[in-house]
């Protein structure tokens, strides 16, 4: 009970990969008493089910939970393109669109992030199943696209661009975006 109280709150799902490891070590010990030990097979099966509804429970909270808040971004996603294709400029706020911003809140959570950049409008949220992540609308594709909170850090970037350029010293600082390389001179 205690574990579908706390994982199933928005934003902490990924909690789940911290009981992965006892909850295996556990189902492997089962899986013995269940075949060796008669006696307490019953038991352990009832404590196999109670295991699953909550892992079933938890699944169900964050997926009922992301289709809500999903479906509701929808909504604010269409009208945010529906202005720019109308109106040939971004809104200024959601509030322009009718949409109440405490409404907005209330609905998307407090993080969801709407703005005008380069005259093209942005639109995120946070997803529901962790508090890193951000579920980002691409106007032009017209589609959700799940951005990690890993990639946008850059932490999962297997290629520096030190690496990619061949002629680059750990201690060179890298150049200026836009300029061109600097030919490598022999001696």
Same mark, same amino acid.
Not at 46 to 54: G, M, S
Not at 134 to 140: A, G, I, L, Q, R
Not at 160 to 168: E, Y
Not at 170 to 186: D, E, F, K, N
């Given at each position: 009970?205690? !574990?579908v ?8 799902? *990924? ?5 992965? $490891?006892? $909850?295996g ?5 089962? /899986?013995?008493?269940?075949? =060796?030990?008669?006696y307490? =097979?019953?038991?352990? +099966? ?7 509804? &909550?892992?079933?429970l938890? @699944? ?7 289709? %809500? ?8 996603? $269409?009208? +945010?393109?529906?202005?720019? $294709?109308? %109106?040939?400029y !971004?809104?200024?706020?959601l ?8 409404d @907005? ?9 709407? &703005? !005008? ?14 508090? *890193?992540d951000?579920?980002?609308?691409? *106007?032009?594709r ?17 290629n520096?661009? &030190? +690496?990619?350029? =061949?002629?680059?010293k ?5 150049? /200026? ?10 001696p």
């Open positions: 009970m205690v !574990c109280l706390t994982i199933g709150q928005a934003h902490a799902g *990924f909690l789940l990969l911290l009981l992965v $490891l006892p $909850l070590a556990w189902l492997g010990w089962s /899986a013995y008493v269940i075949v =060796r030990r008669p307490a =097979r019953l038991a352990q +099966i009832f404590a196999l089910f109670i295991w699953a509804f &909550a892992v079933v938890i @699944v169900a909270a964050h997926y009922l939970r992301h289709e %809500q808040t999903r479906r509701d971004a929808d909504r604010i996603a $269409l009208a +945010i393109d529906r202005h720019f $294709l109308r %109106q040939g !971004c809104a200024a706020n509030a322009e669109l009718g949409f109440k911003p405490d @907005v809140e209330d609905k998307l959570g407090s993080n969801f992030k709407y &703005a !005008c950049v380069d005259r093209k409008p942005r639109f995120s949220y946070v997803a529901t199943f962790t508090v *890193f951000t579920w980002d609308y691409d *106007f032009v017209d589609r959700w696209k799940y951005s990690s909170w890993a990639q946008k850090k850059a932490y999962l970037n297997t520096p661009p &030190a +690496i990619a350029d =061949r002629g680059a750990p201690s060179t600082p890298l150049p /200026a975006p836009g300029s061109r390389p600097a030919v490598p001179r022999t």
